[in-house]
């Protein structure tokens, strides 16, 4: 498979698995679960067809790790960043001291006086390091990092969450725990 056809499923996976459900004519569990023959043949029929193999292969060669298996292999789901209703449940982590979210110059301003919000989802979306959000903002510009004092806001009692893949997810982050590299 082309690194073209994987970008392509990923991207049908992501907007079914994370947002409609039903361009696939499946409906996802309370967790974001949906079984894998239901998604298959629901791709099938909404004209991208699309085998368990390829699937796979997506799964296990997504450099951003955004789906999960069950570990029985029947279900199949988006790790975050769900605009759909859906409780991950993930246990509430403790976050490293500082977290990164890359943005845009046009933000800024938002940013700065409300604060990050998950805006269409339903977490805010924080990497680890710096270099990690540079490659998220990149897709929708020059990225400005904002750094996260996470320790404070954890020790304020804000919860979070770490994805399967890392993503470290919280609802909202007030404005007075943002600190900007510009």
Known sequence: ???????????????????????????????????????????????RPLSRAALEEVVATSPKRRFSLSPDGDRIRAAQGHSVDVELGYAPATPPARLFHGTVAEALPAIRAEGLAPMARQHVHLSVDEATATIVAKRRGTPVIVTIDAAAMHNDGHV???????????????????????
Do not use: C
């Open 1 to 47: 498979m082309t690194e073209a056809e994987r970008t392509s499923i990923s991207k049908f996976l992501s907007l079914v698995l994370r947002h409609q459900p039903d361009a696939a004519g499946v409906t996802l569990d309370d967790g974001g679960w949906v079984a894998v023959d239901a998604l298959l043949a629901g791709a099938a029929a909404a004209g």
């Open 160 to 182: 979070f969450f770490v994805a399967d893949n890392g993503v470290w997810l919280t609802a909202a982050v007030p404005a007075r725990y943002l600190a900007f590299d510009s």
